[in-house]
């Protein structure tokens, strides 16, 4: 049964980068896309971005200039990195398995981690 | 961006009943990317059908999807009092590639 796991700083002020980790436990690596999406407070989902396990990207273009999502294949992680955060930023963020080819489908998902931006 | 609208935005239903949730797309969406998702409070999304109609798996066959083009139903046929949730459409294709609808909350009578 594959599990999610994800960590990062929760607290950070305006204009700081956001860094969250997420580890893949229990599963394979290969195959799949890798994703990001997030939730503010009280509000629905956004899609922020995926990466393949060999490091192909894909980007909400919303949010692309600020956005890097990377791989690390050797610990099965992977990581976000959302620069000059604002308190629009402020969100539940979930890392999730994103299924992509004759299907899509997000599953199963990290626990979340909640960021808040505030100076 | 293919905007997915769900509705209605809340609904007021008693255990036992039908819950019948609507998501309409901006455009045309392939029923073989159009998927539903259940969150409690606190809790992450978790994938209930896939492919608009297939259930995932130890999903309870109370739960049933169907639809095509524009226009999708998630149908929860007799609610239990842990299907009391937000549920999410979420669909694949145009740019960006991945767009969620607003939900709709399923609340107790």
Not at chain 1, 15 to 40: D, H, M
Not at chain 1, 64 to 80: E, G
Not at chain 2, 17 to 44: D, H, I, M, N
Request: proline letters at 6%; charged letters at 15%.
């Amino acid at each position: 049964q594959m599990e999610l796991q994800q960590w990062g700083a929760g607290l950070l002020k305006p204009s700081e980068t956001l860094s969250l980790t997420c580890a893949v436990i229990g599963g394979s690596f290969s195959g799949y896309f890798w994703g990001w999406v997030r939730q503010p407070p009280g509000k629905g989902l956004e899609w922020i971005g995926d990466i393949s396990h060999n490091g192909d990207t894909s980007y909400n273009p919303s949010l692309k200039s600020r956005v890097t999502i990377s791989v690390d294949m050797s610990k099965n992680y992977f990581s976000l990195k959302l620069t000059s955060v604002t308190a629009a930023d402020t969100a539940v963020y979930f890392c999730a398995r994103h299924r992509i080819g004759v299907v899509n489908w997000f599953d199963p998902w990290g626990q979340g981690t909640l960021v808040t931006v505030s100076s | 961006e293919i905007v997915l609208t769900q509705s209605p935005g809340t609904l007021s239903l008693s255990p036992g009943e039908r819950a019948t949730l609507l998501c309409r797309a901006s455009q045309s969406v392939s029923s073989s990317f159009l998927a539903w998702y259940q969150q409690k409070p606190g809790q992450a999304p978790r994938l209930l059908i896939y492919r608009a109609s297939s259930r995932a798996t130890g999903i309870p066959d109370r739960f049933s999807g169907s639809g095509s083009g524009t226009d999708f139903t998630l149908t929860i046929s007799r609610l239990e009092p842990e299907d009391f949730a937000v549920y999410y459409c979420q669909q694949y294709g145009g740019s960006p590639p991945v767009t969620f609808g607003g939900g709709t909350k399923v609340e107790i009578k």
